[in-house]
T-cell receptor
Framework: KAGVTQTPRYLIKTRGQQVTLSCSPI?????VSWYQQTPGQGLQFLFE???????NKGNFPGRFSGRQFSNSRSEMNVSTLELGDSALYLC?????????????FGNGTRLTVT | GESVGLHLPTLSVQEGDNSIINCAYS??????FIWYKQESGKGPQFIID?????DKRQGQRVTVLLNKTVKHLSLQIAATQPGDSAVYFC?????????FGPGTRLSVLP
């Protein structure tokens, strides 16, 4: 069974631009979560989608948004990029959500904002 | 590869020895816990999980211990191998999402 796939693997953007990251979950998994990972803050929860609806949201500004499609694939968007948005963005999928289902992570998208 | 954490606590062990990685979790209401391993350039990989109605669970070469009284979780790795070198995270689930610990870097010495 294929794992969680994230594209692209690396991105370099300029301040003020916007970016879209993509995630394909494990087949059959209906919940997709996004995390931001930085050396200073560790793994921080962004949001979780289930059945095309955002079910949970972390403490990130509205510049961070996401969506989920009917096939459970998900995208996240960051608008008006800031230098501090440079991070590894991780997508994780699980069967039915964060209620006792382990998260399975992709290898992330490394975003660098210059 | 990517740097997971520049200032993580580090545990160095001799190859073949047992490793114990500790984690203090934050919420006494947490009822599900997971240990993850993250190698350079990769996402976190599931190792083992435990629910709050248990205090010990064993996998292949790994054991997780849960002490709810002091909100402490540990991961024991038997006969540590070079391939075990990575950053290890504990995660707790209460309510609606997982909260991750800061991580511990395990370095296996030859």
């Amino acid at each position: 069974k294929a794992g969680v796939t994230q594209t692209p693997r690396y991105l370099i953007k300029t301040r003020g631009q916007q970016v879209t990251l993509s995630c394909s979950p494990i087949s059959g998994h209906r919940s997709v979560s996004w995390y931001q990972q930085t050396p200073g803050q560790g793994l921080q929860f962004l949001f979780e989608y289930f059945s095309e609806t955002q079910r949970n949201k972390g403490n990130f500004p509205g510049r961070f948004s996401g969506r989920q499609f009917s096939n459970s694939r998900s995208e996240m968007n960051v608008s008006t990029l800031e230098l501090g948005d440079s991070a590894l963005y991780l997508c994780a999928s699980s069967l039915i959500g964060n209620d006792d289902s382990p998260l399975h992570f992709g290898n992330g998208t490394r975003l660098t904002v210059t | 590869g990517e740097s997971v954490g520049l200032h993580l606590p580090t545990l160095s062990v001799q190859e073949g020895d047992n490793s114990i990685i500790n984690c203090a979790y934050s919420n006494s209401a947490s009822d599900y816990f997971i240990w993850y391993k993250q190698e350079s350039g990769k996402g976190p990989q599931f190792i083992i999980d435990i629910r709050s109605n248990m205090d010990k669970r064993q996998g292949q070469r790994v054991t997780v211990l849960l002490n709810k009284t002091v909100k402490h979780l540990s991961l024991q790795i038997a006969a540590t191998q070079p391939g075990d070198s990575a950053v290890y995270f504990c995660a707790e689930n209460y309510g609606q999402n997982f909260v991750f610990g800061p991580g511990t870097r395990l370095s296996v010495l030859p």
